[in-house]
T-cell receptor
Framework: NAGVTQTPKFQVLKTGQSMTLQCAQDMNHEYMSWYRQDPGMGLRLIHYSVGAGITDQGEVPNGYNVSRSTTEDFPLRLLSAAPSQTSVYFC????????????FGSGTRLTVV | RKEVEQDPGPFNVPEGATVAFNCTYSNSASQSFFWYRQDCRKEPKLLMSVYSSGNEDGRFTAQLNRASQYISLLIRDSKLSDSATYLCVVYTGGGNKLTFGTGTQLKVEL
């Protein structure tokens, strides 16, 4: 099994550009989440989904959109990139986040210039 | 006050040493607790869940103290390969609410 697959691994954007970070999992997990990790801040939740067709905002949702049309895929869209969105982005999935924690993808390192 | 607090370290210990990390959480309604390990420039990986009765996995022991709202991780006989950042994670419920601490850095030296 591939687990959680994120693409791309690295990306440089210009301010104002938009892009989509892809995330796919093959474990039939219902729960999926997007986090960003910044130095000294820990992982912060951007958006999450508890199943296909259901999404909700996390701690830092501004500037990002998500959709969940299938169980497997959970893309994250940056609408108009800003330098403050320079970060490492992790997608994660779980069968039951209460009892099993999350499996993380390998991350996307995004730089906005 | 942060929801989950950890000493950032670094903890520098010699190979073979025993080292302990603590983590405190602020929400008394927190339901589940985890320790994750994160290597430099890699994704976090689940190390172990933490149960009220305490649990052990090889050289690693996790404890939960609900009354004092802290969890701990004990690593015995430290290996060079244990060098990483250890993240304390708390599940508080209400949808998908996992809160991560900022991590404690461990460096195991020869």
């Amino acid at each position: 099994n591939a687990g959680v697959t994120q693409t791309p691994k690295f990306q440089v954007l210009k301010t104002g550009q938009s892009m989509t970070l892809q995330c796919a999992q093959d474990m039939n997990h219902e729960y999926m989440s997007w986090y960003r990790q910044d130095p000294g801040m820990g992982l912060r939740l951007i958006h999450y989904s508890v199943g296909a067709g259901i999404t909700d905002q996390g701690e830092v949702p501004n500037g990002y959109n998500v959709s969940r049309s299938t169980t497997e895929d959970f893309p994250l869209r940056l609408l108009s990139a800003a330098p403050s969105q320079t970060s490492v982005y992790f997608c994660a999935s779980s069968y039951s986040n209460r009892n099993y924690g999350y499996t993380f993808g390998s991350g996307t390192r995004l730089t906005v210039v | 006050r942060k929801e989950v607090e950890q000493d950032p370290g670094p903890f520098n210990v010699p190979e073979g040493a025993t080292v302990a990390f603590n983590c405190t959480y602020s929400n008394s309604a927190s339901q589940s607790f985890f320790w994750y390990r994160q290597d430099c420039r890699k994704e976090p990986k689940l190390l172990m869940s933490v149960y009220s009765s305490g649990n052990e996995d090889g050289r690693f022991t996790a404890q939960l103290n609900r009354a004092s709202q802290y969890i701990s991780l004990l690593i015995r006989d430290s290996k060079l390969s244990d060098s990483a950042t250890y993240l304390c994670v708390v599940y508080t419920g209400g949808g998908n609410k996992l809160t991560f601490g900022t991590g404690t850095q461990l460096k195991v030296e020869l």
